[in-house]
């Protein structure tokens, strides 16, 4: 069957994380396996999509802002669909067009809206709570990115679990991979001091990431303790500024870097001593994944979907600052686990491709014909 799909990756961030990580892997993966997939993105994504070579349709530069781009998706996208004879809209953010005549599929990340709601800010979290209610009594794919969310999903919200398609996030492995000694001492002399040893922490500063609890428990390792490197959007999390303040004043080393450019990122992760995610949920965990695929040694947590990915590749602590703090002093103190961790990181890392991902897509599009 030829299927005309149309994605919409209006919604990617300027910082290319998390969501525009997935549209990327998505749309090189699918490009490939199917030739009948265009996106609709900003025009400056919309030129890089072009470049590789993705059919791609401009949108307005006024949807910039996020109650213009919601108007738009509901009154202007689904004319769009319907005048380039698309079959499917793929909306890959919690959101959809409620209105026009073609099939729908709709990705689910996580329902930690649901179940952490103090991990959200109130208004957004009552917003795709209100999305995720709708998307369950309507009678189109969705594409969940785990078990875990699908099972949220089916369970919290009562929804048709024969709707629902898992697809796991794959891993650039081009860009994810095992650094090179030479790229990590460049990163490292890059740094304003620059350092030897860091444990690394990558992700939106918001309270669900666990930064506050990650940060003590640095500062109770002592003046002796790697530097802690907290690489991420500054987010909205009151805990996590504070912690820091207090760390540094106490004498330990933690630097907020900001975002970090995707290049530079195998090298900030496959160098670190220990990549701590101490997560208090996550509906896939990109972070983990691409930090397994760089080798790194990595201490995350068991909460929702994290063990899904992580397996037996990486070690596990509880969410509590106590627990982070001695779960790091061991890893940090034996090298060899460290280095046995890393090898099966990367050996397990490599089963998450965007191929079968896309695959998977496939599989709901033709569900929603």
């Known amino acids: 069957m030829s299927i005309r799909v149309l994605i919409d990756a209006t919604a990617i961030p300027r910082d290319r994380?998390?969501?525009?990580?997935?549209?990327?892997?998505?749309?090189?993966?699918?490009s490939d396996l199917h030739?009948?997939?265009?996106?609709?993105?900003?025009?400056v994504d919309a030129a890089v999509f072009a470049t590789r070579g993705i059919e791609v349709?401009?949108?307005?530069?006024?949807?910039?802002?996020?109650?213009?781009?919601?108007?738009w998706e509901q009154m202007v996208l689904p004319g769009v669909v319907s005048r380039g004879r698309f079959?499917?809209?793929?909306?890959?953010?919690?959101?959809?067009?409620?209105?026009?005549?073609?099939?729908?599929?709709?990705?689910?990340?996580?329902?930690?809206?649901?179940?952490?709601?103090?991990?959200?800010?109130p208004l957004k979290r009552l917003w795709f709570m209100s999305w995720l209610r709708r998307l369950a009594k309507a009678d189109f794919p969705v594409v969940a990115v785990s078990h875990a969310t699908a099972d949220a999903f089916v369970n919290l919200l009562h929804a048709d679990g024969s709707r629902v398609t898992v697809a796991l996030h794959g891993c650039d492995e081009e860009i994810f991979r095992v650094p090179a000694p030479g790229e990590v001492a460049e990163f490292a002399a890059g740094l304003h001091p620059p350092v030897d040893k860091w444990i690394?922490?990558?992700?939106?500063?918001?309270?669900?990431k666990n930064v506050a609890a990650l940060v003590k428990a640095h500062a109770s390792l002592g003046p002796d303790a790697p530097t802690l490197l907290l690489a991420g959007g500054p987010g909205w999390d009151p805990a996590a500024g504070p912690a820091i303040k207090a760390s540094q004043a106490g004498g330990s080393d933690v630097r907020t870097l900001g975002y970090v450019p995707i290049e530079r990122l195998r090298a900030l992760l496959g160098g670190a001593e220990v990549v701590a995610y101490p997560s208090l949920g996550e509906g896939f965990g990109l972070p983990v994944l691409e930090a397994m695929a760089s080798g790194a040694c990595v201490l995350t947590t068991r909460e929702l979907a994290l063990p899904e990915v992580?397996?037996?590749?990486?070690?596990?602590?509880?969410?509590?600052?106590?627990?982070?703090?001695?779960?790091?002093?061991?890893?940090?103190?034996?090298?060899?686990?460290?280095?046995?961790l890393g090898a099966a990181a990367v050996k397990r890392a490599g089963r998450f491709t965007w191929k079968a991902a896309a695959a998977a897509h496939l599989d709901a599009y033709r569900d929603a014909m």
């Open 17 to 30: 994380g998390g969501v525009g990580r997935y549209i990327d892997g998505l749309l090189d993966a699918l």
């Open 35 to 43: 030739s009948g997939v265009a996106a609709i993105a900003h025009p």
């Open 57 to 71: 349709i401009p949108a307005p530069w006024w949807i910039d802002r996020a109650p213009l781009r919601l108007l």
């Open 87 to 121: 079959d499917v809209l793929h909306s890959p953010h919690y959101t959809f067009p409620r209105r026009g005549r073609f099939g729908r599929v709709v990705t689910i990340h996580d329902l930690t809206f649901f179940t952490i709601p103090a991990a959200h800010n």
């Open 200 to 208: 690394a922490f990558l992700g939106t500063l918001e309270p669900r």
């Open 310 to 340: 992580g397996g037996d590749g990486v070690a596990y602590s509880t969410t509590s600052a106590d627990d982070i703090a001695s779960s790091l002093a061991a890893l940090l103190a034996d090298p060899q686990r460290r280095a046995s």
